[in-house]
């Protein structure tokens, strides 16, 4: 499968990068008090593209050599996925005020750029790192 690396690994960054956008827009929409964003479509759409961004994330750290994962970013990166998940589920539609919506569409997207850091700079301090020594 080695062969297939960097299609895959294409396919995971187009995955990230849609399911990133699609959630922006539906947060900030739910925010402005829209009501499409949580109709089925959309809904369905989002968990498509998360199927196919895990399925080739699941894939291209299969494909890897432990030792690429050495310094714990992988590591990393899961631990912060369910922190996106659950701030975007509190960001769509589980927070009770506006507040608490905009909080955690703020956060959700923060955690979402950080994991993006970790992954290009293959450490878990992510975007951080040009701040140590
Ligand atoms: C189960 C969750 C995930 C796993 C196991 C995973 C695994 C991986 C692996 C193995 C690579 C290849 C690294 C390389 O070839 O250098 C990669 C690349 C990447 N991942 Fe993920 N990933 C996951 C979720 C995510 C999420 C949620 C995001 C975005 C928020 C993301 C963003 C990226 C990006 C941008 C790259 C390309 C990095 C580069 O430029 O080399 N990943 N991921």
Known sequence: MIVYYLQIKWLHVLAVL????????????????ARWP?????????????????????????????????????????????????????????ARTQGGRALSYAGSLLVFGFIIGIARAHHPLGPLLRFTL
């Open 18 to 33: 849609a399911s990133g956008a699609l959630f922006t827009l539906r947060g900030g929409f739910v925010l402005a008090g």
């Open 38 to 94: 949580m109709a089925a479509p959309w809904r369905y759409l989002s968990y498509s593209i998360d199927t196919g961004l895990l399925t080739a994330a699941a894939m291209l750290a299969s494909i890897l050599p432990a030792a690429m994962f050495a310094n714990g970013w992988l590591a990393a990166k899961l631990a912060l996925l369910p922190v996106y998940v659950v701030l975007g589920s509190f960001a769509l539609k589980r």
